[in-house]
């Protein structure tokens, strides 16, 4: 299954101003096509994990243009099955990163660890809760209950 440039939006949380910018710096934004399905679940899956480092971390999107095709490699590389119990090991100076179960700690100056499986998690539910929202949107309006028209904005 592939998403669209606003589905992926949504479900990572990005406005469209930051999107747009993103898609300037980090190469893997640049290849959307419009409003057609374009994104793998890894390509969503990397772009939160990019969106956690720039939000909780504090770090610049265009510090991680670099680091960024290595991320979502690495998260296009199988399935979230396969990925939820590992941990990204991102050394943001060398620019590499490594998906390992149980982390030992290189020997660097830096070293971000990123765990996958809760942020998977949080994907999923807000995945399905969109597809419940396009479901809400799709119904009359005398059927829907007020209190279920749309979820609210993050």
């Known amino acids: 299954m592939f998403y669209t440039p606003g589905q992926l939006r949504d479900t990572v949380g990005l406005s469209k101003e930051a ?3 993103w898609k300037r710096v980090v190469p893997a934004f640049a290849n959307g096509r419009g409003h057609a399905p374009s994104f793998s679940p890894g390509d969503v899956l990397a772009s939160a994990v990019l969106r956690r480092l720039t939000d909780t971390m504090g770090v610049r999107i265009g510090y991680l ?3 960024a095709p290595a ?9 979230w ?5 590992k941990r990204l090991l991102i050394d943001l100076q060398q620019e590499s990163c490594v998906a390992v179960n149980n982390p030992q700690l290189p020997d660097a100056d830096l070293i971000v660890v990123c765990a996958l499986g809760p942020l998977i998690q949080s994907l999923q539910s807000d995945l399905v809760n969109g597809q419940a929202d396009a479901a ?16 609210g904005a993050r």
């Not at 490699?73 to 199988?78: D, I, P």
């Not at 099955?81 to 119990?85: F, K, P, S, T, V």
């Not at 809400?136 to 979820?151: N, V």
């Open 65 to 67: 243009s670099g680091i």
């Open 81 to 85: 099955e396969g990925l939820r119990g």
């Open 136 to 151: 809400l949107r799709t119904t009359p309006h005398s059927q829907r209950s007020a209190g279920l028209l749309k979820r």
């Open 19 to 21: 999107f747009r910018h």
């Open 71 to 79: 991320i979502f490699q690495l998260c296009n590389s199988s399935g």
